[in-house]
Nanobody
Framework: EVQLQASGGGLVQAGGSLRLPCAAS????????IGWFRQAPGEEREAVAC????????YYADSVKGRFTISSDSAKNAVYLQMNSLEPQDTGVYYC??????????????????WGQGTQVTVSS
């Protein structure tokens, strides 16, 4: 059974940092793409970052480039989203998701096969 568990959210002031872990199990880690998405109230779910460990390839949304870093640890079956220089517009529920059938990074949420529960990130101004 595929399981994804996101954590690490919280309340932080603008300019601060958070690190979100996503613990994963039930699939072959290195041959899947793992993405982070976020959803603000009343907004559509949007891609933040993605990593495909087998090819060491990554994707970042333009809005987070230079501030967020996605990384993976295959020994721990975990993916991390390091978020620096946080801005109020980064506020939302953050989800990690797994893309197995076509295992390369994508910004389209409907292409992901499994989702974890979200973790709330709130950035105050």
């Amino acid at each position: 059974e595929v399981q994804l568990q996101a954590s690490g959210g919280g309340l932080v002031q603008a300019g601060g940092s958070l690190r979100l872990p996503c613990a994963a199990s039930g699939f072959t880690f290195d041959t899947s793409a793992i993405g982070w998405f976020r959803q603000a109230p009343g907004e559509e779910r949007e891609a933040v970052a993605c990593i495909y460990p087998r090819q060491s390839s990554t994707y970042y949304a333009d809005s987070v480039k230079g501030r967020f870093t996605i990384s993976s640890d295959s020994a721990k079956n975990a993916v991390y989203l390091q978020m620096n220089s946080l801005e109020p517009q980064d506020t939302g529920v953050y989800y990690c998701a797994l893309k197995v059938i076509s295992p390369w990074c994508s910004k389209y949420h409907f292409e992901y096969d499994y989702w974890g529960q979200g973790t709330q990130v709130t950035v105050s101004s």
